[in-house]
């Protein structure tokens, strides 16, 4: 009987001391036997390494690499160089598998060989409470495609197969910081073939000092940057700059460039063969919804307004959202005060559709060493 492969689980590790050992005791709770937990120290300043060195003294299994801080990229690149396993998990140590999480995807891979990796959907914590993730239905449509528009899976939720990923493949780019992933995702998914598991594997926390809160700007340029080379590479575009350009600073002249853009895009896509044009359209609209994003965190009503007008795509967005936005030419302050309402509204929303961590994480609960 061929054995399970081994999983070596990456598991980068900065100043996370209040997350860490819930993070891999999650992991070596794993319904899955066979499995290596690679943490990579990068130079973390609180009690992260005493943590780890803690979990290593109980279980084997576990393996540190500790230095100097050099970036998450670094840490990656240097855990897929000592990872022994057939398939290479990513963990985040703030975050939660379920018990389930590594027997599910080697499930996947042991059906589906071909794959190159996969990913799943997360349950999200935010203040104490946890939201179950849904199926967007907008993953029934070409990966490869929709991976040129944005990121197609939580990064923590990746599984990859060396069996069939080119060793040269496998690697992160520096270039890419702080969208790292997008630009793996994106190369990878060219190349290989990869699935979507429609089934929540861990729980993803949303808090102030994760690497998503703390380098949102930096992570958007970035994101904007690698929309542009594919697009360019797809030839749907000869004017990149102007994403760069909003994805620096946002001024009526940006957004108005950005809605331009926008309008151009969908003519070039409209098109394209009935096989693919479907895919690109909602990675088009996914792209609208980004820099409306971008631009609403702005907390300029007048500018969305502009966005939104010149794009022709009030209807895209939610009626709350319209009525807030309306009189933003006019009167920002009004549009300020609605839109603040309606986050509120939606916390609230978010409260009563959730179930308090406690009773979810209770199980697997574990206090730091």
């Given at each position: 009987?061929?054995?399970?492969?081994?999983?070596?689980?990456?598991?980068?590790?900065?100043?996370?001391?209040?997350?860490?050992?819930?993070?891999?005791?999650?992991?070596?709770?794993?319904?899955?036997?066979?499995?290596?937990?690679?943490?990579?120290?990068?130079?973390?300043?609180?009690?992260?390494?005493?943590?780890?060195?803690?979990?290593?003294?109980?279980?084997?299994?576990?393996?540190?690499?500790?230095?100097?801080?050099?970036?998450?990229?670094?840490?990656?690149?240097?855990?897929?160089?000592?990872?022994?396993?057939?398939?290479?998990?990513?963990?985040?140590?703030?975050?939660?598998?379920?018990?389930?999480?590594?027997?599910?995807?080697?499930?996947?891979?042991?059906?589906?060989?071909?794959?190159?990796?996969?990913?799943?959907?997360?349950?999200?914590?935010?203040?104490?409470?946890?939201?179950?993730?849904?199926?967007?239905?907008?993953?029934?449509?070409?990966?490869?495609?929709?991976?040129?528009?944005?990121?197609?899976?939580?990064?923590?939720?990746?599984?990859?197969?060396?069996?069939?990923?080119?060793?040269?493949?496998?690697?992160?780019?520096?270039?890419?910081?702080h969208a790292e992933d997008f630009d793996l995702f994106r190369r990878l998914a060219e190349r290989y073939p990869t699935a979507l598991i429609p089934e929540s594997l861990l729980v993803y926390r949303i808090h102030p000092g994760?690497?998503?809160?703390?380098?949102?700007?930096?992570?958007?340029?970035?994101?904007?940057?690698?929309?542009?080379?594919?697009?360019?590479?797809?030839?749907?575009?000869?004017?990149?700059?102007?994403?760069?350009?909003?994805?620096?600073?946002?001024?009526?002249?940006?957004?108005?460039?950005?809605?331009?853009?926008?309008?151009?895009?969908?003519?070039?896509?409209?098109?394209?063969?009935?096989?693919?044009?479907?895919?690109?359209?909602?990675?088009a609209l996914n792209l609208f919804y980004f820099l409306y994003q971008l631009v609403n965190d702005e907390e300029r009503p007048a500018l969305a307004h502009e966005l939104l007008t010149l794009t022709g795509k009030w209807n895209?967005?939610?009626?709350?959202?319209?009525?807030?936005?309306?009189?933003?030419?006019?009167?920002?302050?009004?549009?300020?005060?609605?839109?603040?309402?309606?986050?509120?509204?939606?916390?609230?929303?978010?409260?009563?559709?959730?179930?308090?961590?406690?009773?979810?994480?209770?199980?697997?609960?574990?206090?730091?060493?």
């Amino acid at each position: 009987m061929t054995a399970a492969p081994l999983i070596s689980v990456l598991l980068p590790v900065y100043n996370a001391e209040p997350h860490v050992a819930a993070a891999v005791q999650s992991i070596l709770r794993q319904d899955y036997g066979r499995i290596e937990v690679i943490a990579i120290d990068d130079g973390s300043t609180d009690r992260s390494l005493e943590i780890l060195e803690c979990c290593r003294r109980d279980d084997s299994r576990v393996s540190i690499i500790s230095r100097e801080n050099r970036g998450l990229v670094a840490s990656l690149n240097e855990g897929l160089e000592v990872a022994r396993g057939e398939l290479v998990a990513r963990m985040d140590a703030d975050d939660f598998a379920y018990p389930w999480r590594l027997s599910r995807q080697a499930a996947l891979f042991a059906a589906r060989p071909e794959l190159g990796f996969c990913g799943a959907l997360v349950d999200t914590l935010l203040h104490g409470r946890i939201a179950r993730g849904r199926l967007d239905p907008v993953f029934r449509l070409s990966l490869p495609v929709l991976s040129k528009f944005f990121t197609v899976f939580m990064h923590p939720t990746v599984v990859y197969n060396r069996k069939v990923i080119g060793e040269a493949d496998l690697h992160y780019d520096g270039f890419y910081r702080h969208a790292e992933d997008f630009d793996l995702f994106r190369r990878l998914a060219e190349r290989y073939p990869t699935a979507l598991i429609p089934e929540s594997l861990l729980v993803y926390r949303i808090h102030p000092g994760s690497v998503t809160s703390l380098h949102s700007k930096e992570m958007r340029r970035t994101h904007l940057r690698i929309v542009c080379e594919n697009l360019e590479s797809e030839g749907l575009t000869e004017d990149g700059a102007t994403l760069r350009a909003i994805g620096d600073t946002v001024t009526s002249d940006t957004v108005a460039r950005a809605a331009a853009f926008i309008r151009a895009l969908e003519e070039r896509i409209a098109a394209l063969p009935d096989t693919t044009r479907p895919s690109f359209e909602a990675g088009a609209l996914n792209l609208f919804y980004f820099l409306y994003q971008l631009v609403n965190d702005e907390e300029r009503p007048a500018l969305a307004h502009e966005l939104l007008t010149l794009t022709g795509k009030w209807n895209a967005i939610r009626r709350r959202e319209k009525y807030a936005l309306r009189p933003g030419a006019w009167a920002p302050w009004l549009s300020q005060a609605s839109m603040w309402a309606g986050k509120r509204a939606d916390w609230v929303a978010y409260r009563l559709k959730s179930a308090p961590a406690a009773s979810v994480l209770a199980p697997y609960r574990v206090e730091a060493a």
